[in-house]
């Protein structure tokens, strides 16, 4: 069975940096995609970034402003979100998710984590 | 940025009713949706990909369709654990956006 735990969730001040992880068992890890999606309290879904099986292919989105680095470990089956000078609207529930292909550009998100809470206040 | 519209936001349906939500890209992005459903306290669960194409394990009540800018989510004869929040997803190169969410409650 696939599972996808989520990590390094914590209350932080603003301006501070935080990084969550993403453990993945049950499944080849290096032949998926995996992608970073939050949810803010009673808010709907945001997707954040993605990256492909090997790392070579990410996206972001605009909203971040270059704030959040993706990236992956193969060999120990992680998924990172470096999160850099966050904010109070960053407060939410981070989710890691599968993709369906390797690249990660199509289909959709199969397995889903539990999700890591980020509380931004001071 | 890209952007997905779902219609409407909020819906109240009776056990047995059918429904549709629909979900409008702001231009012809990509040439497929994938749609998911939500309850309270769980993460999305993958209902539909590729615009029509069921996930394993999901009722045959649940179908897809669309093209181009609208794509569509149909429930057929609604079961009382179907009443959550739905939400599209669409890609653009090597970017995703979900739609802002459909509430469907019990009228």
């Known amino acids: 069975e696939v599972y996808l735990v989520e990590s390094g969730g914590n209350l932080v001040q603003p301006g501070r940096s935080l990084r969550l992880s993403c453990a993945g068992s049950g499944f080849t890890f290096d032949d998926y995609a995996m992608h970073w999606v939050r949810q803010a309290p009673g808010k709907g879904l945001e997707w954040l970034s993605g990256i492909s099986w090997s790392g070579g292919s990410l996206g972001y989105a605009d909203s971040l402003k270059g704030r959040f680095t993706i990236s992956r470990d193969n060999a120990k089956h992680l998924l990172y979100l470096q999160m850099n000078s966050l904010r109070p609207d960053d407060t939410a529930l981070y989710y890691c998710?599968?993709?369906?292909?390797?690249?990660?550009?199509?289909?959709?998100?199969?397995?889903w984590g539990q999700g890591a809470l980020v509380t931004v206040s001071s | 940025a890209f952007q997905l519209t779902q219609s409407p936001s909020s819906l109240s349906a009776s056990i047995g009713d059918s429904v549709t939500i629909a979900c409008r890209a702001g231009?012809?992005?990509?040439?497929?949706v994938a749609w998911y459903q939500q309850k309270p306290g769980t993460p999305p669960k993958l209902l539909i990909y590729h615009t029509s194409t069921l996930e394993t394990g999901v009722p045959s009540r649940f179908s897809g369709s669309g093209s181009g800018t609208d794509f569509t989510l149909t429930i057929s004869g609604l079961q009382p654990e179907d009443f959550a929040t739905y939400y599209c997803q669409q890609f653009y190169g090597h970017l995703s956006t979900f739609g802002q969410g459909t509430r469907l409650d019990i009228k």
């Open positions: 998710a599968r993709s369906q292909t390797s690249s990660g550009w199509s289909g959709g998100f199969d397995h």
């Open positions: 231009q012809g992005i990509s040439s497929s």
